[in-house]
């Protein structure tokens, strides 16, 4: 029988699919360094976060499956109640060393991490400024706070200082992601840190794309003064879920105030025993962590781009159906590149967005920049 509410998302798939935004979610095997399956078509990615490949590091793995023996495959419930398991305050230390933060917090994602920490902190009467390009959930943290949410510019911090001295408010957050996912490119951190010092305001940064990659690991926080040091363990890290580094009393307080952290049953075991093993890896070798910038700058200057300011390289194509034709070829040719459509980036701006990781290698990369050249920039 079909209902109205199969009629209407039949109506509204169509739509996608005449706009050629519709997604299909499609089962890929990842394999070790940068080897993906897809359809039983092996493919070098240059689609995954996954930046130093630790998800399939043998230690990590090792670690996930040796604390999945002792403590069991899930933590059992909220960790305000049984589910905060030993593993966990270990894991925390690890991030706060990192980030060099006094202490920190372990959320189930870093979705979970934003959507919790903003409305934990601001309110009504309260302002968020928020650079234009932020990650979705910076702007759904935002509005669920109550808090005035005020776009800047993208990395415009004149127009930041412009819109803080034309607004009246009680507490404020800037609010920014240190590497933008779809466009690879920086925060001025030190900028913005300091406009937030001389207003008042906390700075919080989300290195979901930093951690690991920036500063010997310790993302692009490193060396600034920020009060809220946001990211993720699901891409450099190599596994899952979202943290905060910050004093001591914010960390606290966050625990006691953050929904998205009372109300969601803990990690299981094994994900936070293979971050802390990642993490220590991070630590242990900081050429390792220089190796994905490394690789994206090749990229770049085989194809006479701009040098890249991070392992993610756009290359911006205008129409969704370009974009998908580009994916398409480059899978012909032994390459797994998705193609990035609206409204995940603004109309007329889908893009192959490239991601470069430890485990690449030189020549698959200059086979990658000539495909792009003689394929795909001369059909743009």
């Not at 650079?131 to 004149?158: M, Q, T, Y």
Request: with cysteine.
């Amino acid at each position: 029988m079909t209902t109205t509410l199969d009629q209407f998302a039949t109506t509204k798939l169509a739509s996608l699919d005449a706009a050629s935004l519709r997604r299909r979610i499609s089962p890929i095997t990842r394999g070790p360094d940068a080897i993906a399956l897809r359809d039983g078509q092996r493919l070098i990615s240059f689609s995954c976060n996954d930046y130093l490949n630790l998800s399939q590091h043998p230690d990590v793995i090792a670690a996930s499956v040796a604390a999945t023996q002792r403590y069991g495959v899930g933590a059992g419930a909220s960790r305000l109640v049984t589910g905060d398991h030993p593993l966990y305050r270990t894991l925390e230390l690890r991030l706060a060393a990192l980030k060099s933060t006094a202490d920190a917090v372990v959320f189930g994602s870093g979705y979970l991490a934003n959507i919790g920490i903003i409305p934990a902190l601001v309110g009504a009467g309260d302002a968020v400024f928020i650079d234009e390009l932020a990650h979705a959930c910076i702007w759904a943290g935002a509005k669920l706070s109550g808090a005035a949410v005020l776009p800047f510019r993208h990395n415009d911090v004149a127009h930041l200082t412009h819109l803080i001295a034309a607004h009246n408010w009680r507490h404020a957050i800037i609010a920014t992601d240190g590497v933008f996912s779809m466009d690879g490119d920086l925060a001025p951190i030190p900028a913005l840190a300091a406009l937030a010092s001389t207003h008042g305001a906390w700075l919080m940064t989300d290195d979901a794309h930093g951690i690991g990659v920036f500063n010997a690991g310790r993302g692009t926080a490193h060396g600034s003064e920020i009060p809220l040091q946001m990211g993720t363990l699901s891409k450099a890290v190599g596994g899952y879920g979202g943290y905060l580094c910050a004093s001591a009393a914010v960390c606290d307080l966050i625990r006691n105030r953050a929904r998205s952290f009372i109300y969601t049953t803990g990690l299981p075991p094994g994900v936070v025993a293979a971050a802390i093993a990642s993490l220590d890896l991070i630590a242990a070798d900081p050429a390792l962590c220089a190796r994905p910038l490394r690789h994206a700058r090749h990229f770049t200057a085989a194809l006479g781009l701009p040098a890249a300011q991070s392992p993610i390289v756009p290359l911006i194509l205008g129409a969704a159906e370009t974009a998908l034709a580009a994916q398409a070829s480059l899978a012909a040719a032994g390459f797994l590149v998705t193609a990035i459509r609206p409204p995940t980036v603004p109309d007329g701006t889908a893009r192959l967005r490239f991601a470069f990781t430890a485990g690449h290698h030189e020549a698959d990369i200059e086979r990658l920049a000539n495909h792009v050249r003689t394929s795909i920039l001369i059909a743009a």
